[in-house]
């Protein structure tokens, strides 16, 4: 059972930086391909980022050139680096990986940012 554990949420306001953190209870984790979302009041859950095991971003158009993904396999974390928030980053944001076929969120952590 992999447990995925975010921090570093917080309330900043527009054009402030904010760096998640998502720390995993093991290192097959590192493996696989990991994943940011984020879930704003009243819509659907969003993939923001994602990072393969090798380390290749990918991102979602909104936040292209403003949010960084990386991960730290030596002890299994993995990072979200955001600058210049908007108030429409608002959101829970999670970590997530789908491992041997079983997917894994974490508990979430909130993001507010004010305009």
């Known amino acids: 059972q992999v447990q995925l554990v975010e921090s570093g949420g917080g309330l900043v306001q527009a054009g402030g930086s904010l760096t998640l953190s998502c720390a995993a209870s093991?290192?097959?984790?590192?493996?696989?391909?990991m994943a940011w979302w984020r879930q704003a009041p009243g819509k659907q859950r969003e993939v923001v980022a994602t990072i393969t095991s090798g380390g290749i971003p990918n991102y979602i158009d909104s936040v292209k050139g403003r949010f960084t993904i990386s991960r730290d396999n030596v002890n299994n974390m993995v990072y979200l680096q955001m600058n210049n928030l908007r108030p429409e980053d608002t959101g829970v944001y999670y970590c997530?990986?789908?491992?041997?076929?079983?997917?894994?969120w974490g508990q979430g952590t909130q993001v507010t940012v004010s305009s």
């Open positions: 093991e290192s097959t984790v590192n493996l696989y391909t």
């Open positions: 997530k990986v789908n491992l041997l076929s079983q997917t894994y």
